[in-house]
Structure formats: C-alpha cells, structure tokens
C-alpha cells in the first residue's frame, strides 16, 4: 500500500516510524553508542544530575583463604529524576558474577555491556528507587591472603568489588555486614552494632557509616590483634599482625599518642570537630601505600607503624608526618572530596601542607623548614625536571585513567606551592579562607576553583594569575643573577628568571639571598613575580665574599652557584642552608652546570666528615650513592669504592650519636664494594654484632643478607640462613619472595622475571617493587638488561590490574641505576615506535628513565 498512499500521510507516518525507533535506541541498551569502559566524565556529570541521597546496603560471606568465592548480595536505594536515559551501574569484573537483578521489587533481565549494569529507565520512577543484586564479589581490590584480606578502592576500585556508582560527587551511606571465620576480626567505616557467631563463622553488623565517597568505602577483615585505647576522651582502636614484643612496646604509645595530637591541631586550626563517627585504623604487612585514608578506618603499611629501638630520628619524624598526613585527610579529602579526580591533587596538598604544621608543632626536636626542605623539594624536582613532567593539575576523561595522575608533583611541588601561597597571603589569611572552605563544602564536594574563588576574598593578591603557572603548566624555572660592583660596594642586584625550558614564563614566588662576609652573614628577601627584579635593599652594601642564592630553601627552581661559597659551606651554622646548598648543588650537576659528577663526589667527600645534622647526612649518603652507581662509569667504580668506603666508614667511627652512626652504616652498605667491606659486612650479619654504638634489628640483618646476596658473596645459604631467623610469618613471605630475584644462578633470575608476566605473582605490589631493584641492581646489569623490552611492553597491563603507584613504582625499580646510552636508546625506541602510546604512561616512564638520559649525556658523549 506504501506506493498508493498520499505525500502527507506518507511523510506523518514515515516521521512516527522515525521517532518510535529513536526512542527504541535510547531504551535499548545495546545501541547506547556513548557507553564506554570505566566511568567517563560525560557518565558522571549526567548521573550526578539524576541521582542523589544513595544508601548501600551490603552483605559479603567471605571464606578463608584466597580461592574461594565470595558471595554477596546488596540494595541500592536513591532518588532519581525522572529522564529518558538508561541508567549505568558500574562493574568491573564478568557477567558470570552478576545472578539476579530486581529493581524496585520487579526481577529484570540483567544487561552487562562494557563494565555496565545497565538499568532501562522504564523499570525506574520518579524519586526513590531500589536495585537489589546478588553477586560475587570481584577479587581485584579485595587483596585477599590465606588469613587476611582488605580493600584498597582508590581511585575507581569499589566498581571492581561491587556494583555501584563509582565516582566521587556521589556520596552515600553504606550498611554492612561481613560473614568471616570465627577467629577473624573485622574493622569498617561505621562503628560495630553486634556481632553474632554461627557454625564456625561470625557476622559483624556495622551502623550506617557517614556520607563517603565510593573511594573511601573500606573494611578489613582477617587474624588481627585488636589494641584498645582512649585518648583524650576519644576511643580508638588499632588492628595489627605485628609480632616482635620489642616493636610493639615501643610503637603502641607513640601511635596513639600522635593521632590524638594530630586530631586535636586539627580541630583547632579548621573549627570543624572531628567529622565522623569514629577513628580506628589498621597496619597492613606490606601495604600498596604508606597509608590511606578511609573514614573511620585508615589503612597503613605496618613496617611504617611499628619502629623499633634502632630508628632514627628520620624515621621517627616521617611516622609521625604519615599519620598526620592521613589524620589531616578526615577534612581535606573525606569531609569535603573533589568532584572529580582531575582535582585529586586538592585533598593531597592540604593533607601533606597540614601535616607539615602538625609535625612542626607536635615533634619538638624537629627542624619544620629543614624537614619541608628535605621531604618535598627533591622528589618534586626529580619529576619537574624530566621530559616527562606534568602540571599539578591535569584533565581527566575517564576515572579508570585516574591512577596515572598520582605522583610526586600532586604530593611534594603541590605543597611548595601552597608554602608560596601561605607567604603570598599570609598565614592568618589562608587560614581564614580555608575554614570558610569547609564550613561551605562540609560533607560534599568542591573543585580547585571553588577554592581559588573562596581564597580570592582573603587577599589582595591575583591568585588567578599566580595560579595559572603554578598550577596548570610545568616545569620549573631557572633562576640567574647580575652583580655589578663599584669601588667595594654593590651598584646593581638583580635577580632574573625564565623556563628551565628556555620559556619566558613567570613563577611568583619569595625566597632568600645570602650575603656572606668574613665576620658576619645578611639575608635578603626576593619576591620574584617578574622576568627580573632588582634587589634594592643590596645596593650600598658590600661586595660578599660569597652568595648563596635559596638559602632559606624555600624558593623552587634551579638556582645559581657562586664557586667562592664551596670552600665555606662546611662552615655555615644553619643546616637549612647547607641541605638547600646541596640539593642546587646536585641539581645543578644532572643539568651539566658547574661540575661535574667526579667532581661533586669529590666534594661531598670532603664536605661528609664535617655534617653534623642527620637529616643532612642522610641526604648526603643518598647522593653519594646514586653518584656511585650511576653517575660514575663501571670501570671506575672499584677504585672509587675504596675511597667512598673509607671515608664513610672512619666517618662512622668518630661519630658518637647513634642515630648518624646508623645512617652512615647504611650509606656504608649501599656501596660496600671492595673484598675488604664485604667481609665486613659478612662479619657483622654472620655473628649479628652491629658496630659499636648502632642497633641493628631483624629487619636491619635481613637487608644485610639481601645487600650480600646481590653481590654474589661466597658463603653459601645468606639468604636460607636469614630467612630462618625471622620470626613473624609476613616478613618470612617477603623474603621467601624475593629470594629467586637475588638467585647467583641467571636461569632462577629468569624464571622469577618470567613469572611476574602473570597477574597472580604481581599481587603484592610491594614485594615485586623490591625484588625489582635487586634484580637490576647495577651489579647485574649486564645480564638483567636483556628485561627490559618486555618490562617496558608489561607496562599498560599493569596500569590496568595494578594499583595507583604500580607504574611508577614499576619503572623506577626495573629502570633504576641504568646509565647506558644502549638501555636510553632502548627506551627512546620503544616509545618511537608506539606514536600513540598513552600519554601518561609515557610521561611516567619519561620520568623514571631520566636519570638514565642524564647519566648517558654526561658519562659518555
């Protein structure tokens, strides 16, 4: 009839056809052409629209040991607004761990496409709403051992455990309850209601938790000791397998202690009480992270917990910084959360700039600006100086690309900023726009701009202009100087600046000159906001003897030397301006300035035995040894290695403070290399008798035996005989790990490589990272380079599969200490031949391949 019919009706019923098909195609998931993989920022701007007031209620049963399934069932109930779209619910695991599906009471067919439940809009209605599934959970973010397990679901891991709405602007409640075996502990976000035990299990029942966002949700569960405390009248409890009486006894206090201090600045500086229920939290063995976050429940890397009567004074500051870091993250982060993972750096530089303060005021031996120094400014300029860097802020499409944004530049130059920042404005300023800050964002989300806009108001200051360089480009500048003098008296100082890059860009920022004379020192203030400007408050005085240009170690870039300071750094009283001397120095030196490698070894030389800081000398040891090992060619190593020892050692034996003693030791072991030191070495972890005056701890001997393996020591079984002297079970796992990796035999080596392309022997992360440096130590170069082309090709797998830092902690530990031009070559072919490769897993090896670029330009051409 079609041919018969006239224009008009032909065309009415052409266009109902039409429209019927289109509204088929949005009902219709399979034709949703803009549903994609992981959680698209176009995903989440629409379901932020649509949904709201989310509750999650969730039971799993979960088994002993790490095969068994784990079979849950949960409810979702939201409000959502009524809207012709399909609905997405995220999932990433298979459609064999989805088996039923019922949405407000009706059981539907269940539709899966690209890590998506999809729910069609015809099954949902105006306001609330429930979907209830039963499923098995996914395993990838459960890290499940033999008698443990916990969830680690930073940045978009919670959709690889359960089915949810995976993003952080949408917060909910979350009830839950955990079936475990009845030997078992658990710990979650809200506080325990009951507890039911029932043929060999038991049930924990947890309330309902505070609004988090997804990432944040978190329980552990396994055999874990549970120590009871109450400081200041808050009760807190911490869950831990630690086993050595002598960790315990000394950790307990200091643990608690710290928390409750942190708790308390925080609450004064923020005028916001602590904001949720509860505070517990847990030490993992072996933990991805230092620590994390989670409401209620923070999770942290035992061995940064638990010291024992040998740490030092560093890793005693660094304890406690960690804990504030995390403590301060209950407000920057938890109780106001980024809408978006492109401004995950916001809750990171306030929860590193707070905990800086608290340490400052809670650690009364600590140096706060030698620390700020030392922490933050060479790890941010060994990313911010590579081909590789990124900007504090990056954009982000999709959340399941989120983890390649974490690195150092949102952890150490975001804080530098801040620091710039707080001198730009002022303390009392910051402070002020910082409360008002979470005062209007309590218990939701706020972007960086929202913030700037806040902070605006608080200042004179263009922080749209101060934050543009800042914040959104990279790189660092390169700061130089003109001195004129006249008949004794300076005529002209100027300071002048421009990308390290050759850009003419402008980093505002202060920082400090030191003018010295033989009798006396002066210090000037710079405020660089331009290409150059002259330091007025100089002209008149003095010619120096010398000047020391970031002397207060605040200013961020690569600063000048002035020669004539080299032979009086010694000298200098204050050990902020020696560590920001040896940091330029350094700096200065990758960047082929002033001297060369040999030449900064041999002064580092003649500079150690007279550092009378421990901070210092850590720094100083630590330089040492990357001079050693990559910056000085093979066949020089031996002889260089007598001089290096000897020095460190006769350090070491005049010294009378145990804490340097013990970080020269280490600087001793790293580069004990001639016959003579490693029987020393031998001796001292044969006979477990530490040099006079030093400690050393289980932990302590089991890095001794590792240090002797890699060097192929002859003395059979080191790492047999070590393994059975530890004592507590999860050391015992790292060692027996690790030990094909330092295998004497080639093949052993190759069959642990071997196995690390399968994802079931990656799974601790931190036990490949470690067996990964001795594997390609540099005394092993010649036979572990031959990994390094499947190294490099695992690498978007284990973006993928792995955690946030795996990447990055991937490649540092397989690039290490290379400096051939054959492995940089290596490296610049393989990313030549893949034009499309994801840009920011090239910007991470970039990064970690830089010392290698730089050691090849300066040792061979």
């Known amino acids: 009839m079609l041919p018969f019919m006239k224009p008009m009706l032909l065309m009415s019923l052409l266009l109902l056809v039409a429209m019927t098909l289109s509204c088929s195609r949005r009902y219709l998931p399979t034709h949703d052409s803009t549903l994609e993989e992981g959680v698209a920022e176009s995903l989440a701007r629409y379901r932020r629209q649509v949904l709201s007031d989310l509750t999650y209620t969730m039971q799993l049963t979960i088994p002993a040991g790490k095969v068994p399934p784990i079979e849950a069932s949960e409810r979702i109930s939201f409000q959502w607004k009524k809207n012709r779209r399909v609905l997405p619910l995220d999932f990433k695991e298979t459609r064999d761990h989805l088996h039923r599906l019922v949405v407000n009471g009706r059981e539907v067919p269940i539709v899966f496409e690209k890590e998506h439940i999809l729910i069609e809009p015809k099954y949902l209605r105006p306001g609330a709403n429930a979907i209830e599934i039963d499923f098995t959970a996914g395993n990838l973010s459960l890290n499940r051992n033999e008698d443990y397990l916990y969830t680690l679901l930073v940045p978009d891991r919670a959709r690889t455990v359960f089915p949810c709405f995976d993003q952080p602007d949408l917060k909910a409640r979350f009830r ?60 807190m409890y911490l869950y831990h397998r630690e086993t050595d009486p002598a960790k315990i006894r000394l950790s307990l206090d200091p643990l608690f202690e710290l928390h409750a201090g942190a708790l308390a600045f925080l609450e004064e500086y923020t005028q916001v009480p602590y904001p949720f229920q509860k505070f517990d939290f847990a030490a993992i063995p072996d933990f991805q992270y230092n620590g994390m976050e989670h409401v209620g429940a923070i999770q942290y890397k035992a061995s940064s917990l638990f010291l024992d009567e040998g740490a030092t004074r560093d890793q005693r500051n660094t304890r406690a910084h960690l804990l504030a870091h995390e403590t301060a993250h209950m407000w920057f982060g938890d109780l106001v959360t980024m809408r978006w993972f492109e401004d995950v750096w916001l809750k990171e530089v306030f929860a590193n700039f707070m905990a800086d303060k608290i340490t400052e005021a809670m650690v009364p031996e600590s140096n706060y600006d030698l620390e700020f120094l030392l922490d933050h400014f060479p790890a941010a300029y060994a990313v911010d100086r590579t081909e590789g860097a990124n900007p504090i802020g990056q954009p982000l499409e999709n959340l399941n690309q989120a983890g390649t944004l974490y690195g150092n530049i949102i952890y150490h130059k975001a804080p530098i900023m801040m620091r710039q920042l707080e001198r730009l404005m002022g303390k009392e300023a910051l402070r002020d726009g910082l409360r008002e800050y979470l005062q209007t964002y309590a218990y939701g989300n706020a972007t960086w701009a929202e913030l700037i806009a806040i902070l605006d108001r608080h200042t004179p200051a263009d922080l749209h202009a101060w934050n543009r360089v800042w914040v959104t480009e990279t790189g660092r500048p390169q700061i130089d100087y003109v001195l004129k003098t006249e008949q004794g008296k300076i005529t002209d100082f100027s300071i002048t600046q421009k990308g390290e890059d050759g850009s003419a860009r402008v ?73 920001a001397a040896y940091i330029n120095l350094y700096e200065n030196m990758l960047s082929g300035r002033y001297f060369t490698p040999a030449q900064l070894t041999a002064n580092y030389l003649s500079l150690l035995p007279a550092e009378p800081d421990e901070l210092n000398l850590k720094l100083l040891t630590g330089q040492l040894g990357t001079l050693f090992w990559q910056y000085t060619p093979p066949a020089q190593r031996e002889a260089l290695a007598v001089v290096l020892e000897g020095v460190l050692w006769g350090t070491l034996q005049a010294q009378t403070n145990a804490n340097k003693k013990k970080v020269l030791f280490r600087g001793y072991q790293s580069v004990a290399l001639s016959a003579a030191a490693q029987e020393r070495l031998y001796t001292i972890w044969k006979e477990q008798r530490a040099p006079q005056g030093i400690t050393l701890t289980e932990d302590d001997y089991t890095t001794l035996a590792l240090a002797l393996a890699v ?69 092993r170069a010649a036979s572990s380079a031959r990994y390094l082309p499947e190294s490099l090709e695992l690498l978007e797998e284990i973006q993928r599969t792995g955690d946030i830092f795996f990447p990055t902690t991937w490649l540092t530990a397989t690039l290490g200490y290379y400096q051939s031009p054959e492995v940089a070559a290596l490296v610049r072919d393989f990313l030549r031949q893949r034009p499309a490769y994801n840009p920011r897993l090239k910007a991470k090896l970039l990064q970690a391949a830089d010392g290698t670029f730089r050691a090849s330009r300066l040792l061979y051409e």
């Open 176 to 235: 839950l309850s955990l079936t475990v075996p009845d030997s078992w502990q658990a710990v979650a976000n809200a506080p325990l209601l009951d507890s039911t035990r029932q043929q060999g299990t038991t049930t924990y029942r947890f309330a309902e938790s505070d609004r988090l966002s997804t990432y944040l949700f978190s329980f552990v569960a396994g055999r874990f000791e549970r120590v009871a405390r109450e400081v200041n009248g808050r009760p």
């Open 711 to 779: 060097r192929n020591y002859p003395a059979p079984g080191v790492l047999a005989e070590q393994l059975s002297r530890i004592q507590n079970a999860d050391r015992r796992k790292r060692l027996q790990f690790m030990m094909p990796a330092l295998s004497a035999e080639v093949a052993q080596r190759d069959a642990f490589f071997a196995s690390l392309k399968k994802i079931e022997n990656r799974e601790r992360e931190a036990y490949v990272t470690a067996a990964l440096g001795y594997l390609h130590h540099p005394l």
């Open 507 to 579: 980093w505002p920022q202060f920082f400090e000159v030191l003018l010295g004379y033989p009798d006396r020192t002066e210090t000037l203030t710079v405020h660089l906001d331009q290409a150059q400007v002259p330091l007025t408050e100089a002209l008149g005085k003095e010619v120096p003897a010398y000047v020391v240009f970031n002397s207060s170690g605040q200013g961020y870039g690569l600063f000048p030397v002035d020669t004539a300071m080299m032979s009086r750094l010694g000298t200098f009283t204050d050990p902020v301006v020696r560590a």
